[in-house]
């Protein structure tokens, strides 16, 4: 059974401070989706990476993705009270069908 | 606003009963997927149509069922609706098959079961 994890699961952090936030899947996935949710809200497409080693930033978030070990980040730096809502990455192994990893909950606290 | 419309926003029913969703892609795709997001079982992908005709399946149960229709809009059916099948639904949309190509997704249609 294919397997997305974050983690951490929930994550509180100051203003101003960085943190990263991990995705490992279990199969083999040469792409990787990231996507934020704030609450009550539909999903937002944030970053598509396409490749083994493949970078992508955007104000303080920055994505990566490493398809050797199976694993995506998503560094925040300097985050501050907008960045709060929900993190998912998803993989499509097979082609249109995503798969989705639990979710990271980050709270950015002033 | 990413252009995905869902109708209704908010269903109420009974267990036994069945209901409909609605999904009206962006201008332009092909593609329609569609996702239960809930507490217990997170976000799962449940079935995708590209220009009219199933192209993948996930976790579907045998009580749903979808199609798209010739203008690509599509509409996901539940019958025989349990207390567990209480989630938001996602309807998501892209301009094909290309797997470099993110979803767009709709603002959900919240399913209550009473």
């Known amino acids: 059974e294919l397997k997305v994890e974050q983690n951490p699961l929930f994550l509180s952090m100051q203003e101003g401070k960085n943190y990263t936030i991990y995705c490992n899947y279990s199969t083999t996935s040469d792409r990787l989706y990231w996507y934020r949710q704030d609450p009550g809200k539909s999903l937002e497409s944030l970053f598509v990476?396409?490749?083994?080693?493949a970078v992508k930033q955007e104000g303080r978030l920055m994505a990566s993705l490493d398809t050797k070990a199976r694993l995506s980040t998503l560094h925040i730096t300097a985050a501050v009270h907008d960045l709060s809502a929900t993190y998912f990455c998803?993989?499509?192994?097979?082609?249109?069908?995503?798969?989705f990893g639990t979710g990271t909950s980050l709270t950015v606290i002033p | 606003d990413s252009g995905v419309t869902q109708t209704p926003k908010h269903l109420i029913t009974a267990t036994g009963q069945r209901v409909t969703l609605r999904c009206s892609p962006r201008?332009?795709?092909?593609?329609v997927y569609w996702y239960q997001q809930s507490l217990d079982q997170g976000l799962q992908f449940l079935i995708q149509?590209?220009?009219?005709?199933?192209?993948a399946k996930g976790n579907i149960l045998e009580r749903f069922s979808a199609q798209q229709f010739p203008d690509l809009h599509s509409e996901l059916n539940l019958s025989s609706l349990e207390l567990g099948d209480s989630a938001l639904y996602f309807c998501?949309?892209?301009?094909?098959?290309?797997?470099?190509?993110?979803?767009?997704f709709g603002d959900g249609t919240r399913l209550s079961i009473l």
């Open positions: 998501a949309s892209s301009p094909g098959g290309q797997r470099n190509q993110p979803q767009h």
């Open positions: 149509y590209y220009n009219g005709e199933e192209r």
């Open positions: 998803a993989v499509d192994p097979v082609g249109n069908q995503f798969y």
């Open positions: 990476l396409l490749s083994n080693g």
């Open positions: 201008s332009g795709d092909l593609s």
